[in-house]
């Protein structure tokens, strides 16, 4: 999702109520740090087929967090003025957490890919960095 840098990564956004619960390893496109990629042993290859993962994901994750923030201008627009009509507001905010669930569920898909492309080892090494742990 974009993050503060307009980038979209696994997770690495700034957090604003959107923040996936899935997250493999530091936040951002941890794959393409020099540091990250030695510690966990991946490969030229592992990194080009992670590239592609993101790259084929992205712009559904860019549509569906726009849309989350469209939900949310919705509700604030609802909530607002003297005469808050109740269950509008509470119509928009379902309308809010669908457009967070469909968001989650598109960037949980990407970085469940992008796992499937590490062995047991690398994956326990990279819980380690995301972790810090030495």
């Known amino acids: ?9 696994g997770s690495g956004k700034a957090d604003n109520g959107t923040r996936s619960a899935l997250q ?14 030695r510690a966990v042993g991946l490969s030229n290859d592992q990194q080009k087929r992670m590239d592609s993962i993101f790259d084929s994901h ?4 860019v549509d569906s967090y726009k849309a989350l923030l ?16 109740q ?7 379902d309308a ?3 457009a967070r669930s ?6 949980s898909q990407m970085l469940l890919e992008i796992r499937q492309q ?4 690398q994956l326990e090494k990279l819980g380690k960095v995301a972790a810090n742990e030495p």
């Open 70 to 85: 469209n939900e949310r201008a919705k509700l604030e627009a609802v909530s607002k003025g003297p005469q808050v009509d």
């Open 58 to 61: 992205k712009a559904a994750i």
């Open 24 to 37: 493999f390893g530091p936040p951002g496109r941890w794959w393409d740090d020099k540091a990250t990629v």
């Open 87 to 93: 269950s509008r507001v509470f119509a928009q905010i």
């Open 102 to 107: 469909v968001l989650q569920k598109a960037n």
């Open 118 to 121: 590490m062995d047991p080892q």
């Open 1 to 9: 999702m974009p993050g503060a840098n307009g980038k979209v990564a």
């Open 96 to 98: 809010v957490n669908q």
